[in-house]
T-cell receptor, first 114, second 118 residues
Framework: QQQVKQSPQSLIVQKGGISIINCAYENTAFDYFPWYQQFPGKGPALLIAIRPDVSEKKEGRFTISFNKSAKQFSLHIMDSQPGDSATYFCAARPFSGGYNKLIFGAGTRLAVHP | ETGVTQTPRHLVMGMTNKKSLKCEQHLGHNAMYWYKQSAKKPLELMFVYNFKEQTENNSVPSRFSPECPNSSHLFLHLHTLQPEDSALYLC?????????????????FGEGSRLTVL
C-alpha cells in the first residue's frame, strides 16, 4: 500500500526559529509532492509543492528540500511566526493520470510561541 | 460564492438516521473528491469523480454513498453509520490533468462537515 510517513506529530518552535517537518515515501512512481497548511476550522490549503526533478524550492520563508535517492522531502519554515501555527500535511501524487489522487501524511501540528 | 462550499458544517446523527452532506464548487473544476479526516491519521481519500464519473472508491463501506449529478456538485449520502465514522469530511475539487503545459496539481478544499455519530 502506498504510504507517506510524516514526522514529528507535533512541534513547538519559538518565534524566529526554524520549523522542520519531514516526510518519507515508499513508492517511486510519484510525480508531485505538495505541502498543505490547515488552520483550525478550515480546510487544508496548498502551501508549496515540488516535482521530483528539482532538489529544492523556496517561496518566501517556506522551502521544500527533496532527496530523490532517499525518498525523503522536508518543509523548512524560516523565521517562524505565531501566524504559522497550524497543521501541516505533506502529500505525494501517484502518476495515475487524469486527476489529483493525493496520498497524505498524518500531519504535524506546529505551534509557534511568541 | 466562491471556492468550495460544504453544508452542513456540523451534523449529529444517530446510527439509524439517513443524512446527506453537500459540496458545491464554483471554480470550474471537473474533478471532485471526498476525504475523511480523523485525529492523528492521514487524510483518507474516499471517492473521486472525474467528469461526473466515479473513478476511485477506496474500499469505502456501502453505508457511505456518493453522488455527483454534475461537475459542480457532490453529495455524500449517509445511512446506518457507526460511531467510528465520526470525523471531519472534506470535499475538494481540482482540474483534471494533464492539461497541456500544466504544472500544478492543486486540490481546493472546503471547510469540511464535522460529523458526530451517536
Amino acid at each position: 500500500q502506498q504510504q507517506v510517513k510524516q514526522s514529528p506529530q507535533s512541534l513547538i518552535v519559538q518565534k524566529g526559529g526554524i520549523s522542520i517537518i519531514n516526510c518519507a515515501y515508499e513508492n517511486t512512481a510519484f510525480d508531485y509532492f505538495p505541502w498543505y497548511q490547515q488552520f483550525p476550522g478550515k480546510g487544508p490549503a496548498l502551501l508549496i509543492a515540488i516535482r521530483p526533478d528539482v532538489s529544492e524550492k523556496k517561496e518566501g520563508r517556506f522551502t521544500i528540500s527533496f532527496n530523490k535517492s532517499a525518498k525523503q522531502f522536508s518543509l523548512h519554515i524560516m523565521d517562524s511566526q505565531p501566524g504559522d501555527s497550524a497543521t501541516y500535511f505533506c502529500a505525494a501524487r501517484p502518476f495515475s493520470g487524469g486527476y489529483n489522487k493525493l496520498i497524505f501524511g498524518a500531519g504535524t501540528r506546529l505551534a509557534v510561541h511568541p | 460564492e466562491t471556492g468550495v462550499t460544504q453544508t452542513p458544517r456540523h451534523l449529529v446523527m444517530g446510527m439509524t438516521n439517513k443524512k446527506s452532506l453537500k459540496c458545491e464548487q464554483h471554480l470550474g473544476h471537473n474533478a471532485m473528491y471526498w476525504y475523511k479526516q480523523s485525529a492523528k491519521k492521514p487524510l483518507e481519500l474516499m471517492f473521486v469523480y472525474n467528469f461526473k464519473e466515479q473513478t476511485e472508491n477506496n474500499s469505502v463501506p456501502s453505508r457511505f454513498s456518493p453522488e455527483c449529478p454534475n461537475s459542480s456538485h457532490l453529495f455524500l449520502h449517509l445511512h446506518t453509520l457507526q460511531p467510528e465514522d465520526s470525523a471531519l469530511y472534506l470535499c475538494a475539487s481540482s482540474q483534471a490533468y494533464p492539461l497541456a503545459g500544466a504544472t500544478t496539481g492543486e486540490l481546493f478544499f472546503g471547510e469540511g462537515s464535522r460529523l458526530t455519530v451517536l
